[in-house]
């Protein structure tokens, strides 16, 4: 066997073996990307969730406290607009 045969052989064996390697990591880059969205998509799940156990113990609150919520609700309203009011004099 002549050389150039056998650099042509070798070639190919590494041309093979880049492939394997290049397939390899192209299903382990498939799998990590559908695990990143697996988990993307619980975190999105348990946010909401969360949000609606929120929501519910403050229309709870709000049921069970009216005057209190109503007088929270006040001074809310009342030092937003202070300090948007504020803010539009600066300017």
Not at 39 to 45: A, F
Not at 72 to 90: S, T, Y
Request: hydrophobic share 35%; no cysteine.
């Amino acid at each position: 066997m002549g050389r150039a045969e056998e650099f042509a052989r070798e070639f190919k064996l590494l041309k093979a073996e880049s492939n394997r390697i290049k397939q390899r990591a192209r299903e382990n880059y498939l799998e990590q990307v559908s695990d990143f969205s697996e988990k993307i998509k619980h975190m999105g799940d348990e946010a909401g969730t969360k949000a609606k156990q929120v929501i519910d113990k403050v229309g709870d609150y709000i049921t069970k406290n009216p005057q209190k919520s109503a007088l929270v609700g006040l001074g809310v309203g009342i030092g937003l607009g202070l300090a948007i009011g504020l803010l539009i004099r600066r300017k």
